[in-house]
Antibody, heavy 119, light 106 residues
Framework: QVKLQQSGAELVKPGASVKLSCKTSGYTFSTSYMSWFKQIPGQSIEWIGMIYAGDGGTGYNQKFKGKATLTVDTSSSTAYMDLSSLTTEDSAVYFC????????????WGPGTMVTVSS | DTVLTQSPALAVSPGERVSISCRASEGVNSYMHWYQQKPGQQPKLLIYKASNLASGVPARFSGSGSGTDFTLTIDPVEADDTATYFCQQSWNDLYTFGAGTKLELK
């Protein structure tokens, strides 16, 4: 069955960077799309961007350009998101989710990674 | 950006029927999807492309609409349906979500 496992919670200092991972199993990762999201607890969900594992091609929400960088490692079926120059406004839960390529919805989600930015 | 406006929090009794609305600021054809999120959990896909039931989702859930107005219906509501429900559009390249409708059971 399809599974997405995300890395553990992070506590980072302002100005630092963090790299989150999303390890997949149960489907053909190399021909799939993955998206990443930000959710502040109690609030809505923001789409950060997407990456095609086949060639590493990406598309970003303009709001997160320069903040988030998406990459993949097809040998380990893992997607990554780098978040840079962190501020307290980046404190949130970050989810990865597989994209259905026909209608661009998100059919399987990881459990999320809590990132806390604090000095 | 396509803004999605959802109905406010709702409270219903088990066994009743509930409809949760989502209005898009511009037409999104049928590219509207619905998710359920329980506290501390990831979102779960319920309905895709307006009216298609996702795999493993009970038939109590259904979706309708096209263009700018969409509805998620739960009939009958069960205690386990307590959650926040989000709509999401994929008609435009910038995928957006509604603010969520919190469903509580009386």
């Amino acid at each position: 069955q399809v599974k997405l496992q995300q890395s553990g919670a992070e506590l980072v200092k302002p100005g630092a960077s963090v790299k989150l991972s999303c390890k997949t199993s149960g489907y053909t990762f190399s021909t799939s799309y993955m998206s990443w999201f930000k959710q502040i607890p109690g609030q809505s969900i923001e789409w950060i961007g997407m990456i095609y594992a086949g060639d590493g091609g990406t598309g970003y929400n303009q709001k997160f350009k320069g903040k988030a960088t998406l990459t993949v490692d097809t040998s380990s079926s893992t997607a990554y998101m780098d978040l840079s120059s962190l501020t307290t406004e980046d404190s949130a839960v970050y989810f990865c989710a597989r994209m259905a390529t026909t209608d661009w919805y998100f059919d399987f989600w990881g459990p999320g990674t809590m990132v806390t930015v604090s000095s | 950006d396509t803004v999605l406006t959802q109905s406010p929090a709702l409270a219903v009794s088990p066994g009743e029927r509930v409809s949760i609305s989502c209005r898009a600021s511009e037409g999104v054809n049928s590219y509207m999807h619905w998710y359920q999120q329980k506290p501390g959990q990831q979102p779960k896909l319920l309905i895709y492309k307006a009216s298609n039931l996702a795999s493993g989702v009970p038939a109590r859930f259904s979706g309708s609409g096209s263009g700018t107005d969409f509805t998620l219906t739960i009939d009958p509501v069960e205690a386990d349906d307590t959650a926040t429900y989000f709509c999401q559009q994929s008609w435009n390249d910038l995928y957006t979500f509604g603010a969520g409708t919190k469903l509580e059971l009386k």
